[in-house]
């Protein structure tokens, strides 16, 4: 439709469907023949009003997809398409490793190749919008949503986020109906919740929002993303959803973005739970004036907006409708309603199955092995534990996935060549002594142990945080018992989020983190597990060595009694009384069955100014002869600066495959723009000066390589 003929359609409407517009709501409004039934009565809803909003989310087939478009076209005045959105976050029916274990890959290709995919499942299914990516900066495991980050730090998050935003959208979506618009969220500080309590409060300096916060969104903006979700928590003691500086000043002005503002669900009658709002009337004022275009999942527009729309604010609501009507045109869908949408066929997943186990296979990260890993030929091997024979592998956002499809590590295993036995329990926290007793049994006289432990689905993702994030009492006591008989005990950790390792690493001589890998999990562990597949994966999360750490980051700024060396022990330093600052696996980390080695650094120069680079060239041998990836990382530290800064900061990576005894030549490449940080001005802006540059396999790991001085100018 030409921008003419929508503005024309604007015309035509009234009130009350240019309200509809900005409504979005559940199918199961959408009863047979529109009877009032559920929360539409509870929302004293008329059945005319539903052939007005704009919207539906959460969607299930592509069957519900063609009969309520097809209802509500025929039923509805102007006939303006719905517009259908979902959560598809990591997969939609062929699920793949959740967001955290994509992102521990450091590599953008495989994420915007998963983003494809699934947009490709999903459109066929009737879907238009996915909510994805989460672009929320995260440094606490108690946190259960850091399961759909990219980790905690910002510039991996900054290429991630663009990667998904990509994948999801390809580069036309009017042309091409296998993709997604996709919606950042959740505009801002989501990841801040004090005390890692889900929907908690935020308190954030501007500082702070400027460095680490707001790149992500703003990367995926610059990556087109189509619509933003603002988050449930206070920005500046003002809920994000009524917050009109943070959406006005910074989300439509700074950062230029001029799609559509989506609250999250039920966000805007929360502003009462909030009690910045007395009733639902006051809350569609607030949300409305400070800028959302669509209401999730509430009644508030709906049924208040009316009132609240006078000649001040006509124009407003005019932008808010022409933004969705806008993006509905932009997808096509005034044209083809059914766009993308298909019947289904019988194993049209095989190849979607093929690439979530190439995917899964590079999400892995094999933390330690003292030579257990990969298994031998023949060797006895017995498989233990909650996870062993679980198909709860998929991850808390895979609702259209099948659990029952998913492949789990005793299916992956079955199929190799070991002398397998297994023993698996009840997924949750039911394993008793009396099963710890069977599974010492069985572990008596086997070559390997692999104990299978880890973290349910309901444990991990929304309204899922924790204030203890070790493995429960049974899993521990299962590895201490099992240790007793037999010490070559390989743990396969299923996860959404870093796990605290500390009591129970010393009883085993291999760890490999699984995550939630998806449907085809089973196969990919069971490749790596034999060798046929060689661990890549870097951890995108440190790994603390106890709860009380958090939020951690090895990213932490500068404090002014910094631990070191030489002060370790003493009092009056930043540091705790009974354990070390360090975590246990730091970000970054991650081993291969390969085994990397750095050499011959060297600098095009060491001083540069204006728009000039440097580079830093590195030889990476691979000094045994098992092909293999690895992450070489470089890290920086501003030594002088305005503003407290990290104590180092990653700055780049490259990602290389190596074959047995093979060794390539790699450049790095530094300008003032990777050196740029936040000021007091909230500019972004680099300080002439000097800059110590390390170079390494992780965060700890990375050694310092040399300094190098910038200057603005001559
Ligand atoms: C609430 C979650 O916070 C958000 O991430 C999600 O997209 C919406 N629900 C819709 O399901």
Same mark, same amino acid.
């Given at each position: ?20 517009? *900005?409504?979005? $709501? ?17 929302? &004293? ?61 450091? #590599? ?10 699934? !947009? ?15 672009? #929320? ?5 108690? @946190? ?18 663009? !990667? +998904? ?20 969220k959740h505009f801002i ?39 933003v979700m603002t988050s449930f ?6 809920p994000s959803t009524?917050n009109?500086?943070l959406i006005?000043?910074? *989300? ?9 503002v989506i609250s999250d @669900?039920?966000a805007?009658?929360? *502003? ?11 809350? !569609? ?7 959302i ?88 091997? !017995?498989? /233990?534990?909650? %996870? ?10 895979? @609702? ?22 297994? $023993? ?10 009396? &099963?710890? %007793? ?30 203890? /994030? ?44 699984? @995550? ?55 009092? +009056? ?11 246990? +696996? ?13 050499? #011959? ?15 830093? =060239? ?19 530290? =501003? ?18 495959? $190596? ?15 990777? *050196? ?37 100018? &001559?």
């Amino acid at each position: 439709m030409e921008q003419l003929e929508l503005l024309e359609l604007l015309n035509e409407m009234t009130i009350d469907e240019k309200i509809g517009q *900005l409504v979005q $709501l559940t199918p199961d409004f959408f009863s047979e023949g529109g009877e009032i039934t559920g929360p539409m009565q509870k929302w &004293n809803l008329e059945s005319e009003k539903l052939y007005q909003i704009g919207s539906i989310l959460g969607t299930h087939t592509s069957e519900q997809v063609y009969s309520i478009q097809q209802d509500y076209l025929k039923k509805s005045r102007l006939s303006i398409p719905l517009i259908f959105m979902a959560d598809v976050i990591h997969g939609y029916e062929t699920i793949f490793p959740i967001p955290l274990a994509l992102a521990a890959t450091f #590599d953008e290709a495989i994420v915007e190749k998963m983003a494809e995919l699934s !947009a490709k499942e999903a459109t066929e299914a009737g879907i238009h919008v996915t909510f994805s990516p989460m672009a #929320d900066y995260v440094k606490d495991a108690r @946190w259960g949503r850091v399961l759909e980050s990219n980790g905690e730090d910002v510039t991996l998050s900054n290429a991630l986020t663009k !990667a +998904y935003v990509k994948g999801y959208q390809g580069e036309d979506l009017s042309k091409d109906k296998n993709r997604l618009a996709s919606c950042v969220k959740h505009f801002i500080g989501y990841g801040a919740a004090e005390g890692g309590r889900d929907y908690n409060t935020v308190d954030l300096s501007d500082i702070e929002i400027a460095q680490n916060y707001l790149p992500p969104f703003e990367a995926a903006i610059d990556a087109g993303a189509e619509l933003v979700m603002t988050s449930f928590n206070t920005v500046h003691g003002i809920p994000s959803t009524a917050n009109t500086s943070l959406i006005q000043k910074i *989300l439509r002005k700074q950062l230029n973005f001029k799609g559509v503002v989506i609250s999250d @669900w039920a966000a805007v009658v929360e *502003l009462i739970a909030h009690r910045v709002a007395e009733d639902k009337k006051e809350a !569609a004022l607030l949300a409305f004036s400070a800028g959302i275009d669509m209401d999730m999942m509430s009644d508030s527009y709906l049924s208040n907006l009316k009132e609240i729309i006078n000649n001040k604010n006509k124009e407003k609501l005019d932008e808010a409708v022409l933004r969705i009507l806008n993006l509905k045109n932009k997808l096509g869908l005034f044209e083809d309603p059914y766009r993308g949408l298909t019947k289904k066929e019988f194993d049209k997943n095989k190849n979607l199955r093929i690439s979530a186990c190439e995917i899964a296979e590079k999400c892995s990260v094999l933390l330690k092995n003292e030579n257990i890993l990969p298994l031998i030929k023949n060797q006895k091997v !017995a498989l /233990i534990g909650p %996870k062993a024979k679980s198909r709860d592998i998929l991850g808390a956002w895979s @609702w259209i996935g099948d659990k029952e499809e998913a492949v789990s590590l005793s299916d992956g295993l079955q199929k190799k060549d070991i002398e397998l036995s297994v $023993l698996g329990f009840q997924d949750g926290r039911e394993l008793s002594d009396k &099963n710890i %007793k069977k599974a010492v049994r069985l572990a008596e006289g086997q070559d390997i142990v692999i104990l299978a432990v880890g973290e349910t689905s309901q444990e991990t993702g929304e309204a899922a945080s924790l204030t203890n /994030i070790n493995l429960t009492r049974n899993q521990e006591k299962l590895i201490m018992e099992v240790s007793k008989v037999n010490k070559n005990i390989v743990l396969v950790l299923f996860n959404g989020r870093p796990v605290e390792l500390s009591s129970i690493e010393c009883f085993v001589k291999g760890i490999l983190v699984a @995550w939630f890998p998806g449907t085809e999990g089973g196969h990919a562990l069971a490749n790596l597990l034999m060798g046929e597949a060689n661990p890549q994966g870097k951890l995108p999360m440190s790994f603390p060595r106890a709860v009380g750490q958090l939020p951690y980051t090895y990213a932490h700024l500068s404090t002014g009694r910094p631990q070191n060396e030489e002060n370790k022990n003493q009092k +009056y330093i930043s540091r705790y009384m009974d354990e070390e600052t360090t975590p246990l +696996y730091p970000f970054g980390f991650g081993l291969s069955y390969s085994d990397f080695e750095l050499q #011959d650094i060297k600098f095009s120069k060491k001083k540069f100014k204006g728009n000039e680079s440097i580079s830093i =060239d590195v030889t990476v041998k691979n000094k045994n002869m098992n092909s293999g990836s690895t992450v070489i990382q470089l890290y920086s530290q =501003d030594i002088v600066t305005t503003v407290a800064r990290p104590v180092r900061e990653l700055k780049k990576w490259i990602k290389i495959d $190596l074959l047995g005894h093979d060794e390539k030549r790699i450049s790095f490449s530094l300008t003032e723009r990777d *050196l740029r940080y936040v000021h007091p001005n909230l500019k972004s802006k680099v300080d002439s000066g000097k800059f110590n540059l390390y170079l390494g396999f992780d965060s700890l790991d990375a050694k310092i390589i040399g300094t190098v001085e910038y200057h603005e100018s &001559n």
